[in-house]
């Protein structure tokens, strides 16, 4: 066991470790992380990137001062470690270096869900011990099932695929922001690679085929009671065909050919696996969100390249902003009446902003694309902002009281912080 832990944990020796590019906007929570007592606990799909944070973050722990010896990292997917308890592996850790009961340690445990009654040890660990314990899982799976165990003990945040901003740099030097045609470029690779770091760094739709299969095999239909796992990719494959259209579990279940609740049961599957995320109606009526159609996107555009091929950048766009809103934790809802739309609507109702995704080169606000929101603006007359979201358009403009403000699509995922405002 001596000789899996100095591997896993090579700064114990002094050695050098890889960790990759920076993730700059984790990196720099690390002394939000610090500051409090609870567990951190970093959950989302396989291979997004949780390992990889993790290291960075014992590297900047060690650049702060803390001492290699009182981090302990365990890759707990690792055959040699199954069947030894978190307790047992901290008291081991111990002995190694005798350190006292006192000696305030930093635990890292990747693939948390690997250990069988984790939440009970991790529950006793934080009661009972001097440590800061940070870990990773790869279904969400792993926090419904604790049964409060850990209430207030733990923060839970999602990892995502990379930003746009994040894969600005991952794929090389960073344009200035007078080369508005490489970002364009880039935002055009991005709607088509996605943002799985591996994914972004040497592309391979090989690679990407044996993700999509790993997360099947191992965090659905080793997880849940999936009667019929050859569906699931049938599933995800006519997700990819409606994806940014309305939908209903019935129209899903019908062409499946499975029943209402299997349906259900299979979509909060993929939700709990981080491959699709629903949109709910934007409406004033509690009920009329809850009963109306849904939409789905896929948490990275690399997956529906995958399932439905190249091309289909409208859409794509459109799952890109989609993401966005909730890597920035924006509420939103898609606003339908009849054959009319808009892709998001953001707000309340006495100050709601629609957002339209269009990805398109010139702007006329009489184009009847833009009819959606016309008609939101009739139904709400409280609206004063709109945000369109363009390929290459930038522009603003006045009509009667609505002030409407056009941006090119890499633009608003470079600093949708700013153009969001009042609205996060």
Known sequence: METIYYTLN???????????????????KLPTYLQRKQVEVFVGSRRVGKTTILKQLIKTLMKDGIPGKEIFYLALDHPALAGVTLLDHLKNMRRQFMHGRDKKLYLFFDEIQEIADWEAHIKALYDNEQLKIFCTGSTSALVTKQGGKLTGRQIISVVYPLSFDEFVRFRGS???????????????????????????LNPSMDYMSNLLDDILARDLIRLYPIKKPYVIKDLLRLIGSTTGSRTSFNKLAKVLGLSLDTVKEYISYLEAAFLVRPLEKWATSYSEKIYSQRKFYFQDMGVKTLLTGSGDEGNKAENAVFMELKRNNIACGYYAESEREVDFVIGSATDPMPIEVKYITSFDWKDKRFSGIRLFQRRYASTRNVLVISKSVEMNTTIDTLSIRVTPLWKFLLDSDSIMGVYR
């Open 174 to 200: 960073v344009p200035k922001l007078s080369e508005d045609y490489r970002f364009e470029k880039l935002a055009e690779e991005y709607l088509s690679l996605g943002g799985y770091p591996e994914q972004v």
């Open 10 to 28: 090579p700064w114990w020796q002094g050695e050098h470790f890889e960790t990759g590019i920076d993730r700059a906007f984790w990196l720099e």
